[in-house]
């Protein structure tokens, strides 16, 4: 639901009338994940997705449904080959949907409205809802903040909100969407209750250092994938809005110095492309010993053996020399700025994800890999 939440928001202050149909838990070779959402407002108008076109028919009537009686519903899509035109996945996947209504007169817009202005905002906040339990508790939102602070309810006892408020906290730390089961008194024990919990986490950051043209790539393909792009050169002649427009930041500094300086998390990408030992050297000694998602490098394969043995000199360890992709990216025979910023894109998705970079035809690996590790923004 998050996922779409900068449209949810704009609805909400259009006053608009709407339903919002998540997936809250997948089987097999499902097309979309937990948190994706499609939503669907009175005049019709539709927005997101559940299955890539699969049952979106389906789920759209369900919406339609929800906002003319304002019943919020759970409902399994599957496969089935027993009859052509029957509503199913055709990957071969299942899919839990649960469709909730977002109506004026509903007390817990407030709260929704509140969750969607955070999440369009880039603010850390989770949302949990009742997924699987009694009838009157299904689909009522908790918000919860990265400070632990929490508004709206499950509608259950006061300790159910707060051990929900607890469990959505720790998703967040973790940048998690998924399902968690807690009892319905709040406690370990008693009838169970699922809970969806949607994290909404500001964006992952790329650092791209080096002004160079196949930066400018980059920084568009980054930009694409969902990360807040960043381009440090030291030169300001070439580190200019001109020349990266497509850049959220754009810093005048020697490298490593303003990665000394600057915030890296588990989920920052430092791409360098500077292929210059005056930068590299010291940027790389640094960047390898920082807990970050990736750090690549740029440069041909005898560039990268002089720069190792210059690392190995600085004191980097054989392990985190191994931590280092270089020469950048997968061989996909780029040649152009375009085509290196999608080999390099294309090795940074395969590393989060745990891909082969091989190709799917003829391989018997699965299609979606599930590492648990957020690439980007939700989910």
């Known amino acids: 639901m998050l996922d779409i939440a900068e449209e949810l928001h704009r609805w909400v202050g259009q006053g608009r009338a709407f339903a919002v149909a998540t997936v809250v838990a997948v089987g097999g070779s499902a097309p979309r994940q937990p948190g994706a ?60 949907v649960l469709v909730t209504p977002v109506r004026a007169d509903d007390p817990a817009r407030r709260v929704f409205a509140a969750a969607f202005a955070a999440a369009a905002e880039g603010s850390a906040a989770a949302v949990a809802r009742v997924t699987e339990g009694p009838d009157e508790l299904l689909g009522k939102p908790l918000l919860v903040h990265s400070d632990g602070a929490y508004e709206g309810g499950l509608g259950g006892h006061p300790e159910l909100d707060r051990t929900a408020a607890a469990e959505a906290r720790a998703m967040l730390d973790a940048g998690r969407t998924g399902e968690v089961v807690i009892g319905a008194g709040g406690s370990r024990c008693g009838s169970p209750l699922t809970l969806l919990v949607e994290s909404s986490v500001p964006p992952p950051r790329m650092i791209v250092f080096g002004a160079i043209d196949f930066a400018a790539a980059l920084t568009r393909a980054g930009r694409f994938l969902g990360y807040r792009v960043t381009v440090c050169d030291a030169r300001p002649v070439f580190a200019t809005a001109a020349r990266f427009p497509d850049a959220d930041e754009i810093v005048v500094d020697w490298p490593h110095r303003y990665l000394a300086t600057t915030d890296v998390d588990a989920r920052t990408v430092l791409c360098v492309l500077t292929h210059d030992a005056k930068f590299d050297i010291p940027l790389l000694e640094l960047a390898l010993r920082l807990p970050v998602a990736y750090v690549g490098a740029m440069g041909s394969r005898r560039t990268h053996l002089e720069r190792n043995e210059r690392l190995r000199e600085a004191g980097v360890t054989e392990h985190q020399l191994a931590a280092l992709h270089s020469p950048i990216g997968l061989d996909l025979g780029a040649r152009t700025p375009e085509e290196t910023a999608l080999s390099i894109a294309a090795e940074i998705v395969a590393d989060r994800r745990g891909g082969t970079g091989l190709p799917l035809k003829g391989a018997h690996t699965p299609i979606h890999h599930d590492t648990g590790t957020p690439l980007a923004s939700v989910a």
């Open 37 to 96: 959402a499609l939503a669907v407002d009175s005049d019709g108008t539709a927005i997101g997705s559940v299955s890539g076109g699969c049952v979106e028919g389906a789920v759209y009537e369900l919406c339609r449904q929800a906002i003319e009686d304002g019943t919020t519903v759970r409902t399994r899509f599957g496969y089935s080959d027993d009859d052509a035109f029957a509503v199913g996945l055709t990957c071969g996947g299942v899919i839990d």
